[in-house]
């Protein structure tokens, strides 16, 4: 009964590929969140959706598109795949209205570009 | 932007001390201020959090103090155990900002037996 679940949990590719990584809540938050974790363990926000509305967008290569068909799930593609996009990406999701609470992490999904 | 400063980036304790992990951050209006566990190779969970109306909270061995003149806040373990080797994260969120977490760069902490 797994809170935030990803897919898939590893993913190797070659340079110049499209990817895609699910994400999929039920929690019943209202806000998800893309989060990219380099090699040396940094955390740093990608993409933020409220109610399928994209609300943040930090300085990410317009290679990346989120999506959100509805306020439970939100994916990520990822458009001709570069050496310097390997990372972990965890998706996550948090209940913000009335106050900022707890951000439930999903288990990553680790992208190898080769 | 809101920027966090974590020190120090590597702790290693004997099983029993205790160890304190600091953060300062930049935004003012921040007011949310979770600290994560993250185990190799799993998911940042988090352990503690405070807000900024309370200076201190405790959870057992765990405690988190907050300064908000300073712009500062510390995550304190008590009577370390091996199992809590891991690497950990303070994070700072302002309300506004709809969860958005700006994470410090973490510290690798080992506690030996």
């Known amino acids: 009964d797994t809170a935030v679940s990803q897919t898939p949990k590893y993913l190797v590719t070659q340079m110049g590929n499209d990817k895609s990584i699910k994400c999929e809540q039920n929690l019943g938050h209202d806000t998800m969140y893309w989060y990219k974790q380099d090699s040396k363990k940094f955390l740093k926000i990608m993409f933020s959706y409220n109610n399928k509305e994209l609300i943040i967008n930090e300085t990410v290569p317009n290679r990346f598109s989120p999506k959100s068909p509805d306020k439970a799930h939100l994916n990520l593609h990822i458009n001709s795949l570069e050496l310097g996009d390997s990372a972990v990406y965890f998706c996550?999701?948090?209940?913000?209205?009335?106050?900022?609470?707890?951000?439930?992490f999903g288990q990553g999904t680790r992208l190898t570009v080769v | 932007g809101e920027n966090v400063e974590q020190h120090p980036s590597t702790l290693s304790v004997q099983e029993g001390d205790s160890a304190v992990i600091k953060c300062t951050y930049s935004d003012s209006a921040s007011n949310y201020f979770p600290w994560y566990k993250q185990e190799l190779g799993k998911r940042p969970q988090l352990i503690i959090d405070i807000r900024s109306n309370v200076g201190e909270k405790k959870d057992q061995r765990i405690a988190v103090t907050l300064n908000k003149t300073a712009k500062h806040f510390s995550l304190h373990i008590t009577e370390t155990q091996p199992e809590d080797s891991a690497v950990y994260f303070c994070?700072?969120?302002?309300?506004?900002?709809?969860?958005?977490?700006?994470f410090g760069q973490g510290t690798i902490l080992t506690v030996h037996p």
């Open positions: 996550a999701s948090s209940q913000v209205r009335g106050g900022n609470t707890e951000a439930f």
């Open positions: 994070a700072a969120s302002r309300g506004t900002s709809y969860g958005k977490l700006t």
